[in-house]
């Protein structure tokens, strides 16, 4: 064996031009495919990680109606729904997908917070504990966070986020302002930021509606004050800490059960017991899982994906033409070498054995330069188009397998037809 | 008896047109023998030499070599083990392959009768020595002069000690001093007891054998085995 892929090399390096263009094939054909599988690699990771990394791991679960966040501003307290009680917040924390959990109150699209005169729009306020900024991956960028006694004291205080802060104040010092929630006077002790420096690639409008929903301005206060500005006793979100990326989906649709199990049945209460409605019409708690949003996003680009790869596989196959000509040609060529040999001892399958190992070896080194060729272009197609790209190894292993196997298919024939080749003929042709 | 050919008919069948070319050929050859076959082109003299060196079989009759018998049956794998084991070939073109080291050239037998490579270098470099060209081993046949190249060719028709060396037109390429040294060595390769058949067009080349065959339209008109004794 070790004999036969000497001679192969000797082959293809007496005829260097011959065999250059004959790998070409191969080379585009693999070089092809690489790209587009470490373009799309690279651009799910992408997809994933603008969704997962922006949430530190965090699965919300909060209400929802008919598939769309349930505003407590317009709806009111649904029947049957209270604040999560403790029990169940111990049932979420001792799910073993789950590390960390805090609870806190919404409202969205809030236009009444006033700063001399400067009015926020569509700002977000959270009524939170003291835990929240710690499960939400939010750090202190200027003063400081709630304290326990803050909590337990109803002061009016807020924490701001740093487009809230920026929207408010400009370059201004945030801590120590006293801003106007619905009439009512907060100091801000301080500014958090997201711990991870993220910022999503956004190339379209899609993009942006994807990854820039929980972009708006936040504004956070104690939740026990929560009540002098809302209404008492209003449900509760639920932000989940998962212990992995991979377990996100698991925390999330554990504790949305858990949550939907809390809510009490109200006889007689709109649509909670109206099976055939109940999907459009009742209140439930519903996870927001990013994963599975990415995971979706991904499903739909799986056609276009396909149809590339078949493309590059067909340029494989015209490839895998171009190498059987060559063998063809190269039996034809080295009739008299396969004649000499055959007169001095060689078994025919020791000839087929030669060119067979001599085809391999081509589409082989084809597929080699293929997987090279791929990576650069990707790279340079990732730079160019500001998109990203992942190698990936199995399919690089793959490629090369099936260059190798175009050179058994393309190499076999022209192999049989040198090794049936008469000597006398071979010999006579000089 | 080394070689035994019985009433060997060979014709080639070309399209409608039946051809013969050996007709009723009846030769015996010893071990240790040097014959050389004569005759003009078409004579049917290549055609003899491919059936006695197991490259083509004849259409019908005997061909006993060392005790296998060869008819236009035997297979493809029992023709090529003969080759390899029992005859070695020296061509007038000398067929080397080309990129390759002498030694390479000259190691190839072995490697198809699946010697180890150490030994196989062993034994290439030896029967270079013997050829003079222990100096040329890792050179490619493209720098090598005629007479250089007809040698490596010979240390590879005999690295498989071989019972027969079969050479066709083995001076037909070089000048007459390199023909020359074919010659002496083909002598030296009989006195140790390798039998030699060679064909020939040159009378000067044929009288170093012992025993000179004339063939003529595939027929033996004369076998000069008793004048050279």
């Not at chain 1, 031009?17 to 070409?24: G, I, Q, V």
């Not at chain 1, 710690?134 to 205080?157: M, P, T, Y």
């Not at chain 1, 030669?354 to 070896?361: I, M, S």
Request: charged fraction near 25%; include cysteine.
């Amino acid at each position: 064996m070790g004999e036969n892929i000497k001679m192969a090399f000797r082959g293809i390096k007496t005829h260097k031009l011959r065999s250059a263009l004959t790998m070409l094939g191969v080379i585009i054909g693999i070089a092809a495919i690489i790209a587009i599988v470490s373009s799309i690699k690279g651009t799910n990771e992408q997809i994933k990680r603008n969704l997962v990394g922006s949430g530190n791991n965090t699965v919300e679960v909060g209400l929802s109606q008919g598939g769309m966040e349930y505003e407590v501003e317009y709806g009111g307290i649904p029947a049957g729904i209270r604040p999560v009680d403790e029990e169940t917040k111990k049932a979420i924390m001792d799910l073993s997908s789950v590390e960390n959990v805090s609870l806190y109150k919404k409202r969205s699209y809030q236009n009444n917070i006033f700063y001399m005169g400067q009015q926020t729009s569509g700002a977000s306020i959270y009524g939170v504990d003291a835990d929240y900024f710690a499960v939400a991956g939010l750090c202190i960028k200027e003063g400081r966070l709630f304290s326990k006694s803050d909590l337990q004291k109803n002061v009016k205080i807020a924490v701001l986020d740093e487009a809230m802060a920026k929207g408010l104040f400009g370059t201004e010092k945030a801590a120590g302002k006293v801003i106007d929630i619905k009439g009512e006077p907060f100091t801000v002790v301080g500014v958090v930021k997201n711990i991870s420096t993220f910022e999503p690639v956004i190339e379209n409008l899609q993009d942006y509606e994807t990854y820039m929903n929980d972009g708006q301005a936040r504004i956070f206060i104690p939740i026990t004050i929560w009540p002098v500005l809302y209404i008492y006793d209003e449900p509760e979100n639920v932000l989940i800490k998962a212990v992995s990326t991979d377990s996100m989906t698991n925390a999330g649709r554990d504790a949305q059960e858990i949550l939907n199990a809390s809510i009490k049945e109200v006889p007689g209460s709109g649509g909670m017991q109206e099976g055939s409605e109940e999907g459009s019409s009742s209140v439930k708690y519903k996870a927001n899982d990013v994963l599975e949003i990415a995971n979706r996003l991904q499903e739909t680009s799986r056609s276009t994906n396909i149809l590339l790869i078949a493309v590059a596989a067909i340029s494989l196959l015209v490839g895998a033409i171009g190498v059987a000509n060559i063998m063809l040609v190269s039996v034809t060529e080295r009739t008299t070498e396969i004649g000499l040999k055959k007169a001095i001892g060689a078994k025919k399958t020791v000839i087929r054995r030669q060119f067979l190992t001599e085809a391999v070896v081509l589409t082989a080194m084809g597929g080699i330069l293929g997987v090279i060729i791929g990576i650069i272009v990707a790279r340079v197609m990732a730079a160019v188009m500001q998109t990203n790209m992942a190698l990936d190894i199995p399919w690089m292993i793959l490629a090369f397998a099936i260059s190798m196997g175009v050179g058994i298919v393309a190499g076999i024939g022209p192999a049989i037809k040198a090794s049936n080749l008469n000597p006398i003929e071979a010999l006579r042709r000089e | 008896m080394l070689i035994e050919l019985r009433h060997i008919f060979k014709d080639y069948i070309n399209e409608k047109m039946v051809t013969p070319v050996l007709k009723d050929i009846n030769l015996t050859v010893e071990e240790g023998d040097y014959v050389a076959i004569m005759g003009p082109s078409g004579s049917g003299k290549t055609t003899l030499m491919n059936i006695l060196g197991c490259l083509d079989t004849p259409t019908s009759g005997e061909y006993i070599l060392d005790g296998t018998e060869i008819t236009g049956d035997s297979s493809d794998e029992l023709l090529s083990d003969l080759r390899l084991n029992k005859l070695g070939f020296v061509f007038q073109t000398f067929n080397l392959l080309p990129n390759t080291s002498s030694l390479e050239n000259v190691e190839l037998p072995l490697v198809y009768a699946g010697i180890p490579k150490e030994e196989r270098r062993k034994r290439a470099a030896a029967a270079l020595e013997r050829m003079g060209l222990d100096d040329k081993t890792g050179n490619n046949p493209g720098e090598l002069s005629g007479g250089q190249k007809q040698r490596v060719a010979i240390a590879r028709a005999i690295i498989n000690d071989p019972r027969i060396l079969l050479a066709d037109e083995p001076t037909g390429a070089l000048d007459s001093e390199s023909g020359e040294s074919v010659m002496e060595l083909f002598k030296e390769l009989n006195e140790e007891g390798v039998t030699v058949i060679m064909i020939t067009h040159d009378a000067d080349i044929a009288a170093h054998a012992k025993r000179v065959i004339h063939l003529k339209d595939g027929i033996i008109r004369g076998d000069g085995g008793e004048c050279s004794e």
